[in-house]
């Protein structure tokens, strides 16, 4: 089966058994969600793009640490993660460059580009206002949750939070979000759904 057609999963195991074709295939797939993940949690390009390449390397090393019974995403995002963390306790004493533009990879499925344009410039304005006002958990879980569809059990794998706790920081986010985009609404701007707009839906 050519690799394209397979699960995430069977590639994986795939790639446990010595298939190199099939990390490639894993990494065409995963490269741009993590960097997505990683700058909104980060909010700096030039680190995101940095632990991107880092977390994609320790994929390879480690595949055999993968489980088939968590999704492939959800194991990758907790190397993401882990690897996110050891970063930011070595540069916390120094001054890093952030990003208030959060520039995500692009989303859009190509068949209309002016639509694929709005699209964009909505998901950006919300992320924008994201990386002020929530912590930075509740970006990560937000961002887990609506753009890369993973449950709140496999959110909290990701996150090392239980269940309950990244339901919370989900609702709580939201509110938080939904009071900010508030104001545009009264001044007649175009009402903004916050859960279609932070997964790219506009």
């Known amino acids: 089966m050519p690799t394209t057609e397979r ?3 069977e590639l994986a195991l795939a790639v446990q058994r010595g298939s190199a074709d099939c990390f490639t295939e894993l990494v065409e797939r995963f490269q741009g969600p993590l960097y997505n993940f990683l700058v909104v949690r980060l909010r700096s390009v030039t680190d995101a793009e940095e632990l991107t390449q880092e977390a994609l390397v320790r994929a390879w090393r480690k595949i055999d640490y993968y489980k088939p019974e968590w999704r492939f995403s959800t194991w990758l995002f907790t190397v993401a993660r882990h690897i996110a963390v050891s970063h930011q306790r070595s540069v916390r004493a120094r001054p890093r460059q952030q990003s208030d533009e959060v520039p995500l990879a692009e ?96």
Not at 127 to 135: F, I, N, P, S
Not at 172 to 197: C, H, Q
Request: charged fraction near 35%.
């Open 107 to 202: 989303v859009g499925d190509g068949a209309d580009p002016v639509r694929d344009l709005s699209r964009r410039e909505e998901t950006s304005r919300v992320w924008r206002l994201a990386a002020d006002v929530l912590t930075r958990d509740q970006r990560s879980a937000l961002w887990l949750r609506y753009a890369e569809d993973l449950t709140p059990k496999e959110i909290g794998r990701v996150l090392g939070r239980h269940p309950g706790t990244v339901r919370v920081l989900l609702f709580r986010a939201r509110e938080r979000l939904a009071r900010r985009l508030a104001p545009a609404r009264r001044k007649g701007g175009r009402p903004l759904s916050v859960n279609a707009t932070i997964a790219g839906g506009g």
């Open 7 to 9: 699960t995430s999963e």
